[in-house]
């Protein structure tokens, strides 16, 4: 099954205000985000991917042309040459498309339509959310529901702030962590049906224009999710998850655990 990935944000609460480098391209241990996605559905036998490229797309470019598989693998040097004990992408297929500088994600989808035409359906994501979330249910729980078009992740709220209840005298009655109150947020992980192509107005977005849609049509199902959800919006967030990779602690990693899948 294809996978689309969306990479072309800026990530401006990421940047350090002299490097041009988009935010899938930041780093957790010696491989980028974008890279931990993908080897995440590549572990499940998802090996054919489509980027949308935007800004800083050309740094994407050149990490995949110039790939150091010796960089997270295991490996010989014999005479100068050099033997891997084991590989990342070498049965990978990725196509690169420059989807604009300034597209919103439906837009960015439309423009890789083609490639994913004959696709019954199809993987969607962000190139920068980790998780650790079945993408095999997930899957067929979209393929049991023939009506949907759409699948989204859902996970709980992620920020650390509490709401506050009050009542008309201003007197607060009660405190609750956002995390704790029955809500759920858009997790990405989608999976699509060609149907989406017909929701997406033209430099529209996917989630607030065509979903927005099915969901009032109820063509747009969820798989909820309370296991590892990790997004890297901000640099504290990408810390986090950094302090977990040189901890041993990795959940979106599942190769590093048993045989692939």
Not at 113 to 131: I, K, P, S
Not at 160 to 189: C, P, S
Request: glycine share 8%; charged share 20%.
């Amino acid at each position: 099954m294809k996978v689309v990935l969306f990479c072309g944000g800026y990530g401006m609460r990421m940047r350090d205000g002299a490097s041009d480098t988009p935010k899938p391209m930041v780093t957790v241990g010696p491989r980028p985000l974008l890279w931990h996605v993908m080897r995440y559905y590549a572990h499940f036998g998802h090996t054919d991917f489509v980027l949308c490229l935007g800004y800083g797309g050309h740094h994407i470019k050149n990490f995949f042309l110039d790939y150091q598989e010796a960089a997270s693998n295991d490996f010989v040097l014999r005479g100068g040459q050099v033997q891997l004990l084991s590989s990342d992408i070498a049965d990978w297929s990725i196509t690169f498309v420059d989807t604009g500088q300034d597209s919103p994600i439906g837009e960015r989808l439309r423009r890789v339509r083609e490639h994913v035409a004959g696709e019954e359906m199809f993987l969607a994501n962000y190139a920068d959310v980790l998780t650790d979330a079945p993408i095999d249910a997930m899957i067929a729980q979209f393929a049991a529901t023939p009506d949907a078009v759409g699948q989204l992740l859902a996970v709980p709220p992620q920020a650390a702030f509490h709401v506050v209840d009050m009542g008309e005298d201003r007197r607060v009655e009660a405190i609750t962590a956002l995390k704790d109150m029955r809500l759920q947020e858009n997790g990405g992980y989608l999976v699509l049906r060609q149907e989406v192509f017909d929701y997406l107005p033209e430099n529209g977005d996917l989630v607030a224009d065509a979903c927005a849609v099915l969901a009032k049509e109820g063509r747009l199902i969820a798989y909820p999710y309370h296991g590892f959800w990790h997004p890297a919006d901000t640099v504290k967030e990408r810390h986090a998850l950094e302090a977990m990779y040189q901890a041993g602690r990795t959940p979106w990693m599942p190769w590093r655990s048993g045989p692939r899948a």
